[in-house]
T-cell receptor, first 112, second 115 residues
Framework: GDSVTQMEGPVTLSEEAFLTINCTYT??????LFWYVQYPGEGLQLLLKATKADDKGSNKGFEATYRKETTSFHLEKGSVQVSDSAVYFCALGSNTGNQFYFGTGTSLTVIP | SAVISQKPSRDICQRGTSLTIQCQVDSQVTMMFWYRQQPGQSLTLIATANQGSEATYESGFVIDKFPISRPNLTFSTLTVSNMSPEDSSIYLCSVDEGTGTYEQYFGPGTRLTVT
């Protein structure tokens, strides 16, 4: 079945460092891919999305490219800030039975 | 995107009691979902709640424990029945606006602690 495998954390970075959080997926159909962010004590917010191969989602300096050849959707940011400290979830929305799959989440802490 | 609110935002309950969580959406949506997020974990889908039909429960979740109502296209409730400390979690509702891209928008969650 469809699934998402996400890089395990926790990840600790210094402010202005480069961030990569890896996400790979398995899907039988043509899924949409998402990154969600959960700030401490809050619900999930949609950070960015890509709905077809080679699409690049971007928001708030974060980017991820839907790569079908490597079945990946890695999250990147060139220069992280303390305010980016949160848990990041990769997710897949599948047209196979209208299912939605979450990765395990990666906790990011950015230190000044 | 849809704006979703949940009530209560948090509660502390005694074991053996029940709590009903409300989810309100600012627009009409067909598909609503209820998730559980246990401490430090990812999200687990409890059930899909579509208006006009019975909720569809995922493996490991049953209607007697988590009854769901969906009286119209903007509202749903989830009840956590006969609670035990293992039910301590964040409960989130979400919606799919039906755009065909499968993205879901989430409410702020209800943080439940069972003592």
């Amino acid at each position: 079945g469809d699934s998402v495998t996400q890089m395990e954390g926790p990840v600790t970075l210094s402010e202005e460092a480069f961030l990569t959080i890896n996400c790979t997926y398995t899907a039988t159909g043509y899924p949409s891919l998402f990154w969600y962010v959960q700030y401490p004590g809050e619900g999930l917010q949609l950070l960015l999305k890509a709905t077809k191969a080679d699409d690049k989602g971007s928001n708030k300096g974060f980017e991820a490219t839907y790569r079908k050849e490597t079945t990946s959707f890695h999250l990147e940011k060139g220069s992280v800030q303390v305010s980016d400290s949160a848990v990041y979830f990769c997710a897949l929305g599948s047209n196979t039975g209208n299912q939605f799959y979450f990765g395990t989440g990666t906790s990011l802490t950015v230190i000044p | 995107s849809a704006v979703i609110s949940q009530k209560p935002s948090r509660d502390i309950c005694q074991r053996g009691t029940s709590l009903t969580i409300q989810c309100q959406v600012d627009s009409q949506v067909t598909m609503m979902f209820w998730y559980r997020q246990q401490p430090g974990q990812s999200l687990t889908l409890i059930a899909t709640a579509n208006q006009g039909s019975e909720a569809t429960y995922e493996s490991g979740f049953v209607i007697d424990k988590f009854p769901i109502s969906r009286p119209n296209l903007t509202f749903s409730t989830l009840t956590v029945s006969n609670m035990s400390p293992e039910d301590s979690s964040i409960y989130l509702c979400s919606v799919d606006e039906g755009t065909g891209t499968y993205e879901q928008y989430f409410g702020p969650g209800t943080r439940l602690t069972v003592t």
